[in-house]
């Protein structure tokens, strides 16, 4: 069944593994974007922002379902996280409303599960509030730790492994998914005939029950980059403060683009990031099919054909 699919964040890490996802599919996508794009068949790119009140009515124009991915995971400030989740939340949220869209697949964060923690976490949960409250026809997604080809946020692990050390945030466990997984369920849900989904929220991740330890994770990673062993690389279990000491480093050099932030170190030192399984979509609905330890040395050899490693 080929539907017309409104999509933000296209251009992004997950929003272009679903981009091409939904064009393989025989789909036909319009996606905002901020700057100028390659031509795709059956792709329309709209010029703008969510900001841009008149941008996203032209989005969202004729759509049978909208894929909100777009967000800010790293900002300056609480300001900039509220603008760039909830707030522009709200902004595709007004445009489906005046356009008489109903259908909307909603991408979150695990961290909203803990708003007090993080201002980005905080954000992130208050831009649900503002989907539950909208009238259409949502199903949320919360997504764990995501990884995959193209991205960046995890590049540094990769990096430190291949060097033969990793730091770690102290003690605890997180869930991952590889992005393919992750866009092959929106674009389940998108088709979804009997709706079962509405007004559900998703946790999903890998199918690694209990999700993975940190040192476990690491030396996963550490053997996607061809360290052989049981101990690929050598783990630091970092403390709070000396990461908390490494945002502030990270300010002074890179300023506004620091990748380390107080903010991130909130939620990264928090000991539970699994998922829950009474939040897990039903297996007949979705199910993961990458297995992490082949995502990871695909992601691995991604990089290093880009140069990256």
């Given at each position: 069944?080929?539907?017309?699919?409104?999509?933000?964040?296209?251009?992004?890490?997950?929003?272009?593994?679903?981009?091409?996802?939904?064009?393989?599919?025989?789909?036909?996508v319009?996606?905002?974007?901020?700057?100028?794009?390659?031509?795709?068949?059956?792709?329309?790119?709209?010029?703008?922002?969510?900001?841009?009140?008149?941008?996203?009515?032209?989005?969202?124009?004729?759509?049978?379902?909208?894929?909100?991915?777009a967000?800010?995971?790293?900002?300056?400030?609480?300001?900039?996280?509220?603008?760039?989740?909830?707030?522009?939340?709200?902004?595709?949220?007004?445009?489906?409303?005046?356009?008489?869209?109903?259908?909307?697949?909603?991408?979150?964060?695990?961290?909203?599960?803990?708003?007090?923690?993080?201002?980005?976490?905080?954000?992130?949960?208050?831009?649900?509030?503002?989907?539950?409250?909208?009238?259409?026809?949502?199903?949320?997604?919360?997504?764990?730790?995501?990884?995959?080809?193209?991205?960046?946020?995890?590049?540094?692990?990769f990096r430190?492994?291949?060097?033969?050390?990793?730091?770690?945030?102290?003690?605890?466990?997180?869930?991952?998914?590889?992005?393919?997984?992750?866009?092959?369920?929106?674009?389940?849900?998108?088709?979804?005939?009997?709706?079962?989904?509405?007004?559900?929220?998703?946790e999903?991740?890998?199918?690694?029950?209990?999700?993975?330890?940190?040192?476990?994770?690491?030396?996963?990673?550490?053997?996607?980059?061809?360290?052989?062993?049981?101990?690929?690389?050598?783990?630091?279990?970092?403390?709070?403060?000396?990461?908390?000491?490494?945002?502030?480093?990270?300010?002074?050099?890179r300023?506004?683009?620091?990748?380390?932030?107080?903010?991130?170190?909130?939620?990264?030192?928090?000991?539970?990031?699994?998922?829950?399984?009474?939040?897990?979509?039903?297996?007949?609905?979705?199910?993961?099919?990458?297995?992490?330890?082949?995502?990871?040395?695909?992601?691995?050899?991604?990089?290093?054909?880009?140069?990256?490693?």
């Amino acid at each position: 069944m080929s539907l017309r699919i409104a999509m933000t964040g296209a251009t992004g890490f997950v929003g272009a593994e679903t981009l091409h996802q939904a064009l393989a599919a025989g789909h036909h996508v319009s996606a905002i974007t901020r700057r100028a794009q390659p031509p795709r068949a059956h792709l329309k790119w709209v010029p703008g922002a969510l900001e841009d009140r008149a941008a996203l009515n032209t989005l969202v124009r004729d759509a049978d379902v909208v894929i909100h991915i777009a967000g800010v995971v790293n900002a300056p400030d609480r300001d900039g996280f509220e603008t760039g989740n909830a707030r522009g939340t709200m902004a595709v949220v007004d445009a489906m409303r005046q356009r008489g869209v109903k259908r909307l697949i909603h991408v979150s964060s695990l961290s909203a599960r803990e708003p007090g923690l993080s201002d980005y976490g905080w954000s992130k949960e208050l831009a649900e509030r503002h989907v539950k409250a909208s009238g259409l026809d949502w199903t949320i997604i919360r997504p764990p730790a995501i990884y995959g080809p193209g991205d960046r946020e995890m590049l540094e692990l990769f990096r430190m492994a291949k060097r033969g050390f990793m730091l770690m945030p102290p003690g605890g466990r997180l869930s991952v998914i590889e992005v393919s997984d992750l866009a092959r369920l929106f674009l389940t849900l998108a088709v979804e005939k009997d709706m079962k989904s509405l007004t559900h929220v998703y946790e999903v991740d890998d199918g690694t029950p209990g999700g993975w330890d940190h040192m476990d994770f690491a030396q996963a990673i550490g053997r996607a980059v061809g360290r052989p062993g049981e101990r690929a690389v050598r783990t630091f279990a970092t403390p709070a403060w000396l990461l908390g000491m490494g945002a502030r480093l990270d300010r002074l050099v890179r300023g506004r683009n620091a990748r380390l932030t107080p903010d991130r170190v909130s939620y990264f030192c928090h000991p539970d990031w699994v998922v829950k399984k009474r939040k897990q979509p039903p297996r007949k609905l979705w199910a993961p099919r990458v297995p992490t330890e082949e995502g990871l040395r695909a992601t691995a050899e991604a990089y290093r054909a880009k140069g990256w490693l």
